[in-house]
């Protein structure tokens, strides 16, 4: 069994139906006026990753240290 053939609109109003949807699509991928928005999420999104990324160990090694004073006042080290 064939696959259904569907008809391809012809003629000008086809035609004025494509242009229309051309300029549309243009017009939306040329407009800038979200571009600012979007521009500080990014930055946003890529300082989380950083402070994310480099506090985890920082905050291990803080932990080490308070470990180590508890430790020399003759407390107990937390795990």
């Known amino acids: 069994m064939s696959p259904p053939v569907i008809p391809v609109p012809r003629g000008p109003r086809s035609c004025q139906m494509f242009l229309k949807l051309y300029v549309k699509v243009r017009v939306f991928f040329e407009s800038t006026e ?41 407390g107990t080290a937390v795990s």
């Open 34 to 74: 979200g571009a600012s928005a979007i521009e500080y999420a990014i930055v946003a999104a890529m300082v989380a990753v950083v402070v994310v990324v480099f506090i985890a160990p920082i905050g291990d090694q803080v932990k080490e240290i308070f470990n180590k004073i508890t430790v020399g006042i003759g």
